[in-house]
């Protein structure tokens, strides 16, 4: 089993998964899972956040509008929800690698991908994750110390990627 994640600030996690995604997929391996995209939305202070359901789409706004002065979250369940539906059928399609945009507040109560992650794992496709620390927690009781935690970097990613190919991960 080969679950990693890791943590960076801002929008800097969406963008090295991105990236990661598609050298991945630049290297012929099959990527399934979600990379975000924030879009800023000027005179709100929010932005909108879009995941593309790899690997060809489709892109999915994961936030809703809460109005003014709301402090709620802005997550729309039902859209996450239809993309772990996608992202499953992709899954049983075939996969050598699961990208996560972000083990959420979803996951960490049970739902979103949670699930979908277990069942790549036991499939033995490798998994990276996303992670904010309000869920790092949560995420270490799912890891349960088996989770790798890998630097903020392209370099980090691309070495892990060549770890398990090394290790005889087939999919890799």
Request: proline share 3%; glycine share 14%.
């Amino acid at each position: 089993m080969r679950l990693a994640y890791l943590q960076a600030e801002g929008g800097a996690t969406n963008r090295l998964l991105a990236g990661f995604a598609e050298a991945a997929r630049s290297r012929g391996l099959r990527v399934i899972g979600t990379v975000q995209v924030n879009t800023d939305n000027p005179g709100t202070g929010r932005c909108d956040m879009d995941v593309t359901v790899l690997p060809g789409g489709p892109v999915l706004r994961i936030s809703q509008d809460l109005g003014t002065g709301s402090q709620g979250c802005r997550l729309d369940p039902a859209a996450l929800e239809e993309a772990v539906a996608r992202t499953e059928t992709a899954l049983a399609a075939g996969a050598d690698l699961l990208v996560v945009n972000k083990f959420g507040k979803h996951e960490a109560e049970g739902r979103g991908f949670r699930a979908l992650i277990g069942e790549a794992l036991a499939q033995g496709v490798p998994v990276v994750v996303g992670l904010n620390g309000l869920n790092a927690a949560a995420f270490a009781e799912f890891g349960a110390g088996f989770a790798q935690r890998l630097d903020a970097s392209p370099e980090a990613l691309l070495g892990w990627l060549e770890e398990g190919k090394n290790d005889g991960h087939a999919a890799l």
